[in-house]
């Protein structure tokens, strides 16, 4: 929710779309969300899932939206494994966000070299 209340007073609008893993997971969480104009709202339930519950989830933009997450935590996941964001070598706010900002450099710029080749 918070995350979201942060993207609506930077851009103005609600997102399009939410997706979040099962930590996430409760009807408040998914009416509050829809309530501040939340297209699609993509959150796995814990537990047993009851026959519309299921039907919900396995709707083909439900499945997308969990597979771009699941995406995104694996770049994060790469960017601490291969380019050292998992520790800053540097101290401070500023310190931590060069140390991000020339990790995620040398990603783009190994990348980029992998597509040129």
């Avoid at 399009?16 to 408040?28: C, L």
């Avoid at 499945?63 to 996941?77: M, N, P, T």
Wanted: hydrophobic share 35%.
């Amino acid at each position: 929710i918070p995350a979201v209340e942060q993207h609506i007073k930077r851009f103005g609008a609600p997102p399009k779309a939410v997706a979040a893993d099962r930590g996430f997971s409760s009807k408040e969480n998914e009416k509050e969300l829809e309530n501040m104009g939340v297209g699609r709202v993509s959150i796995p339930v814990k537990g047993k899932k009851s026959k519309n519950r299921a039907q919900h989830e396995g709707q083909l933009w439900f499945k997308h939206l969990q597979r771009f997450r699941a995406g995104g935590e694996a770049r994060i996941s790469l960017l601490k494994r291969k380019y050292g964001l998992n520790l800053s070598r540097y101290r401070g706010l500023v310190g931590s966000r060069t140390w991000v900002g020339l990790g995620i450099w040398a990603y783009n710029l190994t990348r980029a070299a992998q597509l040129l080749r």
